[in-house]
């Protein structure tokens, strides 16, 4: 997905939506227990050419839409919260750290508690009018040193003030793998979409499908755009 299409993101997201998709829930683990997969929710519309072809995975706390078919776990703490999916089964979600090949990654980091760390890695490399934040989580001394700016190969794409659409390529570090996705031989298409007006949280998405899927990455991440 090059400059131009993410760029198109923020157009596509006002296109006329067509379609339903399927509900899936996920089951989550973290600080207090595993939580049983929700039964239904509320599914996004989009536009009907890919309808068919996408499922909306939902845990307890996040839901993103992902290829039909895939599997998906939520794991969950005091900073934050993430919802994996994947083409296989994920046997150990709790262990699941550096994961590699096709994924689907939302994640909400909070930031007044420990997910502060992590929102202030993502606006060194993101969000350059918010730095005051992460220089007061740098100051406190603690974690590591915050990004000097966004990596050198990454592709950022500033949408709104507080969103920013990114592509990480293949075989490179960057934004799309301060995630649990590590790198491989695909790139990694992003967004995330930083809330000043509250507690400063941050919401990511990360996508990596097979080659050939890139308009279905797109559709996935129209959908997840703030419609305001």
Not at 16 to 27: I, L
Not at 47 to 75: E, N, Q
Not at 76 to 99: E, F, H, K, M, W
Request: charged letters at 20%; proline letters at 10%.
């Amino acid at each position: 997905m090059g400059t131009a299409a993410l760029l198109a993101l923020a157009l596509a997201a006002a296109a006329p939506a067509h379609g339903n998709v399927a509900f899936v829930g996920c089951p989550s683990d973290g600080q207090t227990g595993p939580r049983p997969a929700p039964r239904r929710g509320v599914v996004p519309h989009v536009p009907r050419a890919f309808a068919s072809r996408l499922a909306y995975y939902a845990s307890g706390d996040l839901g993103v839409l992902a290829p039909r078919g895939w599997h998906c776990f939520g794991l969950y703490g005091s900073n934050g919260s993430v919802l994996i999916v994947t083409p296989q089964v994920v046997r150990d979600p709790l262990s699941a750290t550096r994961l590699r090949g096709p994924a689907v990654q939302i994640g909400e980091s909070l930031g007044a508690t420990s997910g502060r760390f992590e929102v202030a890695r993502v606006i060194a490399q993101a969000f350059p009018a918010r730095l005051d934040f992460a220089r007061r989580v740098a100051a406190e001394g603690i974690g590591d040193p915050l990004p000097n700016g966004p990596v050198a190969t990454d592709r950022i794409v500033p949408l709104r003030p507080t969103v920013v659409a990114y592509t990480t390529p293949a075989g490179r570090a960057g934004l799309g793998t301060d995630s649990r996705l590590a790198p491989d031989d695909r790139r990694i298409d992003g967004l995330a979409v930083l809330d000043p007006n509250g507690d400063m949280n941050l919401v990511k998405l990360d996508v990596r499908l097979p080659a050939g899927q890139a308009a279905l990455a797109r559709a996935i991440l129209n959908a997840a755009l703030p419609r305001r």
